[in-house]
């Protein structure tokens, strides 16, 4: 089983993973995009961590409204906070991507006996930090859906973005319709207004690769606050 750099592990030994695999808690699967992995009222007793491609967390109302939550891409993981509360999901998880997924059997990974080992207080403190970091990337997006406008949306998502990035330029991991469903916008309402800042020289773009070509101070600092916060909780 090949595993990739992952928050879970940090910290971790080579010899303690080795331990934590022989618990034959963990499996790898192969998904294909827009295979749903965990759906939404599902109880759960895994948690995943993507090793490639893109997993989006969703909600979808009775009538078929999507609203993109979260992106997660290769490292990351996803629904550790319901397989371990053991509440039945809220959200669905689905493959935006072909993507290979390692799923981890939480009740077995810290059951009673495994507590004198010392990855698992290390494990605890790994899922905790990681618990804080969602809640700062749900604030986030809190942050770029707050504006009563289109364009307001775009540019907290952008200057956020450039933060991240360290540049003007960065790619985003969703096309149209998936960054409508994130904003919570309509895809024409969206397209359209890219096309205006276009016109008006503000951004340029190709596909989900994007240029800012002025910067928006007000946003920018905001967000560049927020940003540094983040950071400091990874230290």
Same mark, same amino acid.
């Given at each position: 089983?090949?595993?990739?750099?992952?928050?879970?592990?940090?910290?971790?030994?080579?010899? @303690?993973?080795?331990? /934590?695999?022989? &618990?034959?808690?963990?499996?790898?699967?192969?998904?294909?995009? $827009?295979?749903?992995?965990?759906?939404?009222?599902?109880?759960?007793? %895994?948690?995943?961590?993507?090793?490639?491609?893109?997993?989006?967390?969703?909600?979808?109302?009775?009538? $078929?409204?999507?609203?993109?939550?979260?992106?997660?891409?290769?490292?990351?993981?996803? =629904? @550790?906070?319901?397989?371990?509360?053991? %509440?039945?999901?809220?959200?669905?998880?689905?493959? =935006?991507?072909?993507? @290979?997924?390692? &799923?981890?059997?939480?009740?077995?990974?810290? !059951?009673? %006996?495994?507590?004198?080992?010392?990855?698992?207080?290390? *494990?605890?403190?790994?899922? &905790?930090? /990681?618990?804080?970091?969602?809640?700062? #990337?749900?604030?986030?997006?809190?942050?770029?859906?707050?504006?009563?406008?289109? !364009?307001?949306? &775009?540019?907290?998502?952008?200057?956020?973005?450039?933060?991240? #990035?360290?540049?003007?330029?960065?790619?985003?991991?969703?096309?149209?319709?998936?960054? =409508?469903?994130?904003?919570? *916008?309509?895809?024409? #309402? *969206?397209?359209?207004?890219? $096309?205006?800042?276009?016109? @008006?020289?503000?951004? %340029?773009?190709?596909?989900?690769?994007?240029?800012?070509?002025?910067?928006?101070?007000?946003?920018?600092?905001?967000?560049?606050?927020?940003?540094?916060?983040?950071?400091?909780?990874?230290?």
């Amino acid at each position: 089983m090949n595993l990739i750099p992952t928050p879970l592990f940090r910290n971790i030994s080579r010899e @303690e993973l080795t331990e /934590i695999q022989a &618990l034959q808690c963990m499996r790898q699967r192969s998904y294909t995009k $827009g295979e749903v992995i965990f759906h939404s009222g599902d109880l759960i007793h %895994e948690m995943g961590i993507a090793l490639s491609g893109n997993i989006h967390i969703a909600t979808v109302d009775l009538w $078929g409204g999507k609203t993109i939550l979260q992106n997660i891409s290769a490292g990351q993981s996803f =629904a @550790e906070t319901y397989a371990l509360c053991h %509440e039945p999901l809220m959200v669905d998880v689905t493959c =935006a991507d072909d993507a @290979e997924v390692l &799923l981890i059997d939480t009740n077995t990974l810290l !059951r009673e %006996e495994n507590q004198k080992t010392i990855w698992y207080v290390k *494990l605890y403190r790994n899922l &905790l930090l /990681i618990s804080l970091q969602k809640n700062l #990337a749900l604030s986030n997006r809190i942050f770029c859906t707050t504006s009563k406008t289109v !364009r307001g949306r &775009l540019l907290s998502y952008f200057s956020f973005q450039s933060v991240r #990035a360290g540049s003007a330029q960065f790619t985003i991991p969703f096309d149209r319709q998936q960054m =409508a469903d994130y904003l919570n *916008l309509d895809r024409s #309402a *969206l397209s359209k207004e890219l $096309g205006k800042m276009r016109k @008006e020289g503000l951004i %340029e773009f190709h596909k989900n690769h994007f240029i800012l070509k002025q910067t928006f101070p007000a946003a920018t600092q905001d967000i560049s606050a927020s940003s540094s916060y983040s950071k400091s909780t990874q230290n």
